[in-house]
């Protein structure tokens, strides 16, 4: 990022420079402090940088929305985009540090002493920028700084704040030496604002809508229930079928399900069941099919009525899994409306929004997913921001 100085612009006295050298700004020569290979480094920390502040300028942005409307902007995109701006940062560190110390070792003996100076600032911000990441983060098995104190308050104002005096002091630590190439300045920063409005178009995207399914007939499928989805499709038996995710975080209330008339609410109920294929046989023969039933199965049968099993002929009442499910723990929290109080499941329900990985089996995903849930309910206790997730 250096450019070449007229030999005219030396002071008088000045050794002329040859074609090639470069000058500092107060007209000496300048002899390049960051090697070949440092150089290599350098362009990782720029992009990785890069990549920070997009991610961070429109996390920080969204918090901001949401502490002013009280309305939660927070969604899947969002926390995919947490998750990597976390793992980036931490990605960062190490080659950061080692760059910081070869840089210090090569150039703190330099004449131009405030570029020294800078450049000693910039390093130390960088590592306060590092070390408020960390506090934040906060692992299990970890020391933990205690939500909502001031403590971890002013981390976060600091994680936030300090990147924007890095950038003030890295233009002045550059500034010190050969003039910037603002042009590679100017692509950075295009680069950088290119990926925030793909970033505001991702948001506006849903992924649980994507691969969406619905009956053929519609938000009639529901009839003569008054239960309606969001969207009028399936939500996904798995969806539905958390209890298990649930039970790490909420025992107590696990426990309280599993014995309740909730779990048993459903064709694992022998009254229950006895009750509907009783209504089925008779709706049968009165009107030549057995919609009817669907008028209990609002309540009582969410998971194989929510996700589509009343359209599948095969559909067994003993032995498929949905049968047994109840009234799970995602279909009392997922219920985002009561229409009416007419009765009779007069309410609405959405697919929740879950945290990455929620659905692996994979010990190690699960780990993550779980260190991602606690983050952010640390986050939002911050700006007070209620993040209504599952």
Same mark, same amino acid.
């Given at each position: 990022?250096?450019?070449?100085?007229?030999?005219?612009?030396?002071?008088?006295?000045?050794?002329?420079?040859? !074609?090639?050298?470069?000058?500092?700004?107060?007209?000496?020569?300048?002899?390049?402090?960051?090697?070949?290979?440092?150089?290599?480094?350098?362009?990782?920390?720029?992009?990785?940088?890069?990549?920070?502040?997009? &991610?961070?300028?429109?996390?920080?942005?969204?918090?901001?929305?949401?502490?002013?409307? !009280?309305?939660?902007?927070?969604?899947? /995109?969002?926390?995919?985009?947490?998750?990597?701006?976390?793992?980036?940062?931490?990605?960062? @560190?190490?080659?950061?540090?080692?760059?910081?110390?070869?840089?210090?070792?090569?150039?703190?003996?330099?004449?131009?002493?405030?570029?020294?100076?800078?450049?000693?600032?910039?390093?130390?911000?960088?590592?306060?920028?590092?070390?408020?990441?960390? @506090?934040?983060?906060?692992?299990?098995?970890?020391?933990?700084?205690?939500?909502?104190?001031?403590?971890?308050?002013?981390?976060?104002?600091?994680?936030?704040?300090?990147?924007?005096?890095?950038?003030?002091?890295?233009?002045?630590?550059?500034?010190?030496?050969?003039?910037?190439?603002?042009?590679?300045?100017?692509?950075?920063?295009?680069?950088?604002?290119?990926?925030?409005?793909?970033?505001?178009?991702?948001?506006?995207?849903?992924?649980?809508?994507?691969?969406?399914?619905?009956?053929?007939?519609?938000?009639?499928?529901?009839?003569?229930?008054?239960?309606?989805?969001?969207?009028?499709?399936?939500? !996904?038996?798995?969806?539905?079928?958390?209890?298990?995710?649930?039970?790490?975080?909420?025992?107590?209330?696990?426990?309280?399900?599993?014995? %309740?008339?909730?779990?048993? %609410?459903?064709?694992?109920?022998?009254?229950?069941? /006895?009750?509907?294929?009783?209504?089925?046989?008779?709706?049968?023969?009165?009107?030549?099919?057995?919609?009817?039933?669907?008028?209990?199965?609002?309540?009582?049968?969410?998971?194989?009525? /929510?996700?589509?099993?009343?359209?599948?002929?095969?559909?067994?009442?003993?032995?498929?899994? &949905?049968?047994?499910?109840?009234?799970?723990?995602?279909?009392?929290?997922?219920?985002?409306? @009561?229409?009416?109080?007419?009765?009779?499941?007069?309410?609405?329900?959405?697919?929740?929004?879950?945290?990455?990985?929620?659905?692996?089996?994979?010990?190690?995903?699960?780990? @993550?997913?779980?260190?991602?849930?606690?983050?952010?309910?640390?986050?939002?206790?911050?700006?007070?921001?209620?993040?209504?997730?599952?």
């Amino acid at each position: 990022m250096n450019i070449h100085h007229s030999t005219s612009l030396a002071p008088a006295g000045a050794t002329p420079a040859r !074609s090639g050298q470069l000058r500092d700004a107060r007209g000496g020569l300048y002899e390049p402090a960051v090697s070949p290979r440092l150089k290599v480094l350098l362009f990782f920390i720029f992009a990785s940088v890069a990549l920070l502040g997009a &991610t961070g300028a429109y996390l920080v942005a969204i918090r901001m929305m949401e502490w002013a409307k !009280s309305i939660t902007y927070t969604n899947q /995109f969002t926390l995919w985009m947490f998750l990597v701006h976390i793992a980036v940062g931490v990605v960062l @560190i190490v080659p950061f540090l080692v760059f910081g110390f070869s840089h210090y070792a090569t150039a703190r003996h330099r004449k131009n002493r405030l570029a020294v100076k800078l450049g000693v600032s910039l390093f130390v911000t960088g590592i306060m920028v590092g070390i408020s990441g960390l @506090i934040l983060i906060q692992l299990e098995g970890l020391p933990q700084i205690p939500t909502g104190t001031w403590s971890r308050s002013l981390a976060y104002f600091l994680h936030v704040l300090a990147p924007i005096a890095a950038v003030a002091l890295y233009i002045m630590h550059r500034r010190a030496g050969p003039d910037i190439q603002w042009k590679w300045g100017y692509v950075w920063g295009g680069v950088v604002g290119a990926f925030v409005v793909v970033m505001i178009l991702m948001h506006s995207y849903d992924p649980r809508k994507w691969y969406a399914k619905g009956s053929a007939e519609g938000e009639r499928y529901f009839e003569p229930s008054k239960v309606r989805t969001g969207d009028g499709k399936f939500i !996904s038996e798995t969806t539905l079928m958390m209890d298990q995710y649930c039970l790490k975080c909420h025992a107590d209330a696990y426990q309280g399900w599993f014995h %309740s008339a909730h779990h048993f %609410s459903s064709f694992n109920n022998p009254p229950y069941k /006895f009750s509907v294929d009783e209504t089925r046989e008779i709706s049968l023969k009165r009107d030549g099919e057995v919609r009817a039933s669907r008028w209990c199965a609002g309540c009582h049968d969410p998971v194989p009525f /929510f996700s589509g099993q009343f359209d599948n002929k095969d559909f067994n009442e003993i032995d498929h899994p &949905t049968a047994h499910a109840g009234i799970t723990c995602t279909v009392c929290h997922a219920i985002t409306n @009561i229409n009416s109080t007419a009765g009779n499941a007069d309410y609405t329900i959405e697919e929740p929004l879950h945290y990455p990985f929620a659905y692996s089996d994979n010990p190690v995903l699960q780990w @993550i997913n779980n260190q991602l849930k606690n983050l952010l309910e640390r986050v939002s206790s911050l700006g007070g921001i209620l993040l209504h997730l599952s």
